[in-house]
């Protein structure tokens, strides 16, 4: 790929970056590294308080947008609001909760000028936890076996099935491992009341973790895999740690998936590999991982590739990339000026400068 | 015995499995001897050349060879 000269515009969300950090700020140091100054970054956010909208280094402009549970209609309409200030050119939406919302307006942002690289709705439902078994079943995949719990009686009957441990999970995020009965209901009123119904009861398996960062071109065809074993991980599951291994089974895998659900956009595949080898995929996310830098770092660039299929661009599978690339993750307390804050809190909208980052 | 031919190894005894990502640190002996590993030689060159140039006695080097075999097996870096 070569960097094109035109100015490009693209929005980014996920701009979170807490102990479960969002993959907003890795896409974007990505494309970055990429576009270098042939790009403006609009920061997509819901939250006055996500740190990358205060990334002057990293964020030009950044937009307060609506909650996903408010609908499409209200994201749309927040979206041409921006879209008349900014033009946008793509927008890389990188949370599981609201590609429901982009899928469903993706005609319309397109009317508006607005590119982007998605999965159908039928493909982000069929990865969907509560749909694993059925994809694992249909694809030949691996996946643990689960019950889905609607309510807390439920716990006995897939205790019963799997034993302990088990991983309850929530529907959309978060896992724990629970040993007993007690701390399995504990698990599921937590993740009940934070993610809703139904909440997952999960085998577990003991293994290797290793995730997979991907990109699909949406014809069958994975652009890109790089797999990742988790060196550190946090008590929420989270690779603080990481370095990319060499694995054809694992790169298969990748590609497999991309072939059997025709995915268009960035996937991560979370894998547990056993004592034999078996590979079991756990979860199928439907878009970056909050670690997708380390694919530029091992020479894939996944983002900037995304958005070259967004604008219709060919682009041809990359081939190799470095094993032995790590990433060790580390927090920093970007210090900002009230004003910014309350800029963004009162108004919805923030510039960074080169002058007075983090200023209005 | 081989080593396996992806690992790659460093002078200073660092050793590292790309199909796992393991990593682990030897000392200057270890170094040298996974040197002469990945150089291809037999195992009874490789001992042969150690109690040439260290004071130690040929029992003792075969007890020593079969650890470090075992611990070679067990972080999974040999040939099968």
């Known amino acids: 790929m070569s960097a094109p000269p035109k100015l490009l515009t693209i929005g980014v969300t996920g701009l979170n970056a807490h102990d479960n950090p969002g993959p907003g700020v890795a896409v974007i140091r990505s494309l970055r590294e990429f576009y270098r100054d042939g790009l403006r970054i609009v920061g997509l956010a819901y939250e006055s308080l996500e740190p990358g909208i205060y990334m002057g280094d990293m964020v030009d402009v950044a937009y307060q947008v609506p909650y996903p549970s408010t609908g499409s209609a209200a994201l749309l309409e927040r979206l041409a609001e921006i879209n008349g200030q900014e033009q946008l050119d793509v927008i890389i939406p990188n949370f599981d909760s609201e590609l429901f919302n982009f899928i469903k307006i993706s005609a319309q942002m397109a009317k508006m000028g607005i590119k982007t690289c998605l999965p159908t709705h039928a493909q982000l439902a069929a990865r969907d936890k509560i749909n694993l078994g059925d994809f694992g079943t249909r694809y030949h995949f691996k996946v643990p076996a689960f019950y889905m719990l609607n309510s807390v009686h439920d716990i006995d009957t897939a205790a019963e099935g799997l034993n302990y441990p088990l991983v309850i999970k929530g529907k959309f995020y978060e896992a724990q491992i629970v040993n007993n009965r007690e701390t399995a209901q504990k698990a599921f009123y937590d993740l009940s009341a934070k993610w809703g119904l139904p909440v997952i009861a999960q085998q577990y398996i003991s293994g290797t973790e290793i995730n997979v960062a991907g990109l699909g071109d949406g014809k069958g065809n994975a652009v890109s895999v790089v797999p990742m074993r988790k060196l550190y991980i946090t008590d929420k599951g989270k690779a603080w740690a990481g370095i990319t291994i060499e694995d054809n089974d694992l790169i298969a895998l990748g590609r497999q998936f991309a072939a059997a659900s025709q995915w268009k956009g960035g996937f991560e595949l979370e894998i547990m590999k056993d004592a034999n080898g078996d590979l079991y995929v756990l979860e199928v996310n439907p878009r970056f991982p909050a670690w997708v830098y380390l694919t530029v770092a091992a020479g894939q660039n996944q983002p900037a590739a995304l958005v070259q299929l967004a604008l219709g661009n060919e682009v041809k599978p990359f081939k190799n990339y470095q094993a032995g690339k790590m990433f060790i993750r580390y927090s920093w307390d970007e210090v900002v000026d009230i004003g910014s804050f309350q800029q963004f809190s009162a108004f919805g909208r923030m510039a960074n400068t080169n002058n007075n980052k983090g200023q209005a | ?80």
């Open chain 2, 1 to 80: 015995m081989k080593i396996k031919s992806n690992i790659a190894t460093s002078g200073n005894g660092f050793i590292f499995n790309p199909a796992t990502g393991d990593s682990f640190s030897g000392n200057a002996i270890a170094s040298e001897i996974l040197a002469a590993m990945n150089r291809g030689e037999t195992d009874e060159h490789i001992k042969a050349d150690i109690l040439d140039k260290y004071d130690v006695r040929p029992d003792q080097l075969e007890q020593d060879w079969e650890d470090w075999l075992v611990q070679l097996r067990a972080a999974n870096l040999l040939e099968a």
